[in-house]
């Protein structure tokens, strides 16, 4: 079995190598030259927390079969080839991992210098060299990830101005939003819920212009938001252009599948109901999937489209999702939260009323990232209220007595439904 795989992100290493673990015959087709560090990373290096690298080069069997430099601009569905750089290159299956682009940004004066708009390695490294220099930073754009390059420009003493239109981390429950909120203040920076209008300034940025007020600034940071990213192809896409695919990554067409960024995932029986999942997380489980599905296998993908993130000292793992979210997809979800309890964790479950399932989950506080893998489990497995309310939680000489914040909260969620 010929698995040509495309893109050499998270999602594609993944498929590759399962693929490879599973007998097929795989060909990695990678448009860059060398290998990048993971995403995910590229924030500390502003800080000083990670360095740059030398490209990394995939330690065991990957790089036998890696084509680096080989750009696929389309593929053809009936002839099964995609067409690279190099020439075309023939598969009986093929995943389809290119990740994600972004738009260009269209405000005034984006073309400034200490215009930082964000969209790839360079773009990181660029920054790193220049940030120290600025006592004043904007940073706009991006939910979680302008608040974590916002605490990291500001750990370096600089003065920060975050613009957040629609507030910030606008997928968290208010609590935790607002102890986020409440730690970010307190570390210095200044939140306005204002969407950029644009620089001002001579040659450089001197100030940004936000909802009409004028705010100084030297420098801007501009982090544009992603969308999918498929080569030229034959098969059904999403909304938001992703290729659509079910819960075993197939898309349209029997021998394409897809992962990560550039895919889009069917929720419910219309395209209108899919949505991309740009984590990490998710990418990582979509193309071990698709990689299995490739080869001959039959797996299916149980996406929660978990994270864990750090704000200023406040840890936070959620996934799943959030009321806004389930709105758009046509599902109302109902919201329990239990307070925060004498070690300061906090559990917000999102659940669907009729069945009680929970489809998004976040808990905050000391320690909440060790709930990660409990939080992927409970939503992909599709658990309700009860399976959760009487769970055993372990106890030892170390852990708390009381009962866990998950199902503190699940209990709480089965008597709201009663009386409500
Ligand atoms: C700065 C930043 C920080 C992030 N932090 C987090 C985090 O903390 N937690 C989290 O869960 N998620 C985070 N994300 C999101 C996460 O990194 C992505 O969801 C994930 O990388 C998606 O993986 P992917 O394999 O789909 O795409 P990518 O990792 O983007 O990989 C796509 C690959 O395909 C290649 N490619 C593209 N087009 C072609 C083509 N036509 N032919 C051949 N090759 C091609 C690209 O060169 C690239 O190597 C972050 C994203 C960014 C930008």
Known sequence: MRVVVVGGGVAGLAAASEA?????????????????????????????????????????ELREYSKMGSLVAEVNVAERTARTSRGPVEYDSIVIATGSTHADPTFRGSGKKNVFIMRGYPDYLRLANEVRGFARVCVTGGGPLSLSIAEKV???????????????LGQLSEVVRREVERRAKEAGLVLLRSPLDGVAGVERVEAVVASGSVHASEALIFLPAPRPNPPRLAVEVGLNGGILVDDRMCSSSP????????????????????????YQSAARAMGRVAGANAAGGSAVARLASAASHTFFGYEVSYGGLSPAEGTRLGIRLLEVSTPARGDGLFCSLFFDRASTEIRGMQVAGRGASSYEDAISLIISNGMTLPDLAYQESSFGPLSPTDLSPIALAAKTGLLMRKQS
């Open 154 to 168: 500001s750990s370096l003493g600089a003065k920060v101005l975050l613009l957040s239109p629609t507030g910030l």
């Open 255 to 278: 021998a394409v599948y897809a992962a990560g960024d550039c895919a889009e995932v069917r929720l419910g029986s219309t395209s209108s109901s899919s949505s991309p999942m740009m």
């Open 20 to 60: 490879h673990s599973l007998g097929a015959e795989v060909t990695l087709l990678e448009s860059s030259e060398s290998y990048l560090p993971p995403k995910s990373g590229w924030p500390s290096l502003l800080s000083g927390e990670a360095q740059p690298s030398p490209p990394e080069k995939p330690d065991h």
